[in-house]
């Protein structure tokens, strides 16, 4: 059997570097395969066949190249080395890659977004850019720039509810409706009720602003923060990308005590940035089921405390522009 | 007062823009700045002088800009708007910058890795990446070769353990303390006890693993699976890129159903999962005093289910390449 040739004859390989690695440095950690060589080699080939020791062969792998590296005394040697050491690691994983149920590509996203970020958007899908963020981490900011480099549109809770005012053209009932400031009278609540079927007007909010997010995402790129968009876009077979930004907590109150319009003192700022936070995650949960803020819902989590403003949105534009390159 | 002229002067720049984009469009959300224009420069200004209040000031300039990119049939009335519009933006935005307290670096990041991802690794330092994972996000498998691919060491805790054993040359009490798998005497433990100051096995597997770490980071660049590492480089105050990989636990549930070594049902993969998922949560609150997976513990979390193994270690790969590139 062929295949069965291949695997003795890579087991061989492995042995043979091993060797050669151990005499190039005579290091002091010695060998990884010690011992009578048919065994060693049978051992190796017990490796490559199973798909599940791959840990085993990964780390034994590393081994040697992590002492294959320590040859670079001896430029003509470490070329040799590195280069054998590149065929063997090529030819390992992609023994381990012919088998099925490796990797982890998601296969719902697969089917919405061809799999790969990279790949998600086509040639007529415009670029948006869902950004969910905790209070005080500086998201907005980050949102707001970004679409400015990107020079697409930016929407946030405020235009968006100026936008759907605006489209309504009923001012007063919406603009109780949306900032869900004014106390209504009795009258008042009959006809919302009558207008928006029973529904509660945070409800209404929530199926209005999913109509113009999946609207605007046929017609322009943008930048969208919070909304639960990525769960509106994804439940309308949207490409688009999912963030989120948060910071630690410390680093967040600090930043609402310096910033906050009503002169907050550090404890009220503290318990400001507890509240909006447990408030989040409440509301996320009603409207889409999961867990707001947990990394595995999003595409990618950036600490914003590690890059900053500017830095945060130059990380976005690299993932963007490999995006954009490959369109 | 030169500081107020300027604020005036922008103010009124505002106010002609949203006038210039609203004549340009004539579209039916109608201006930004509606009624009386002394009015509506007057509270342009309020807005621009206070840094409470920029997120508003931020809504309106998004509102103009939105609008403003829809004039594009007209080009060079769209490049007209567009500069006005960059020149107001750069201006508003250095405006509030001036103000203290916007940004949200981590002065403790500031002073260790000076404050920026880009800027984190001086001349002489090595590029250390730590990651972290959940079980079965093949995070592994995307530390190993994002390793190979920067062509620098890689260690995991079988390697480590390995290295630990070589050089104490303690080989059989090692393996026992380092696989935790060998039931001990009491004349063992007791031997153990006195080497080890009476520390436990993983107390003492903790303290040399820290400082093999610390040995390492200033001799090579390597990436470094689990172990704590990146609290533990922080408190030695030694830079490094800290990475998060996880996946929606379905989808970790099915791999290790699919590739694990001892052939398990689906339901015993979905408890072996959580099992793991509570112990790394016990654990690295012990070892560090922080919570496990969470995002604003670490730079970048990345679900891999989004990317894959190759996309995974590809995004990885330009975030560090920037870093490169700026050294």
């Not at 322009?220 to 077979?237: C, F, Q, S, W």
């Amino acid at each position: 059997m062929a295949d069965n040739d291949k695997i003795t004859e890579l087991a061989n390989r492995i042995y043979a570097l091993d060797e050669k690695v151990y005499k190039a440095t005579g290091s002091n950690l010695g060998r990884v395969y010690q011992g009578n060589k048919e065994k060693c080699i049978n051992d190796l080939r017990d490796l490559l066949k199973s798909s599940a020791d791959s840990s085993v062969l990964r780390s034994e792998l590393a081994l040697i190249s992590n002492m294959a590296r320590t040859t670079k005394k001896n430029p003509q040697l470490h070329k040799e080395i590195m280069h054998e050491y590149g065929e063997i690691f090529d030819e390992a994983m992609a023994m381990q890659e012919a088998r099925e149920g490796n990797d982890i590509i998601d296969p719902e996203h697969a089917e919405l977004n061809m799999s790969n970020l990279a790949n998600r958007f086509g040639k007529d899908d415009n670029l948006i850019i869902c950004i969910g963020r905790s209070y005080g981490c500086a998201g907005t900011d980050i949102g707001f720039k970004l679409a400015d480099k990107l020079r697409i549109s930016y929407y946030d809770v405020s235009i968006m509810n100026e936008i759907l005012q605006r489209n309504e053209e009923h001012e007063e009932t919406d603009r109780a409706l949306f900032q869900n400031k004014t106390a209504r009278t009795p009258a008042q609540w009959w006809r919302d009720f009558r207008k928006y079927h029973g529904l509660s007007r945070s409800d209404v909010q929530f199926f209005n602003t999913s109509k113009k997010l999946v609207d605007l995402a046929k017609q322009e790129p943008y930048v969208i923060m919070g909304r639960y968009a990525d769960n509106i876009l994804t439940k309308n077979h949207i490409p688009h990308i999912s963030i989120f930004i948060t910071a630690p907590k410390k680093l967040r109150i600090q930043r609402t005590y310096h910033t906050s319009k009503e002169k907050l003192t550090y404890k009220q700022a503290a318990k400001y940035v507890s509240k909006e936070d447990k408030a989040h995650l409440k509301r996320y949960a009603f409207y889409t089921g999961k867990k707001w803020g947990e990394a595995d819902n999003y595409d990618l989590t950036i600490n914003s405390s590690t890059y900053g403003i500017d830095g945060s949105v130059d990380l976005i534009m690299r993932i963007v522009a490999k995006n954009q390159l490959d369109n």
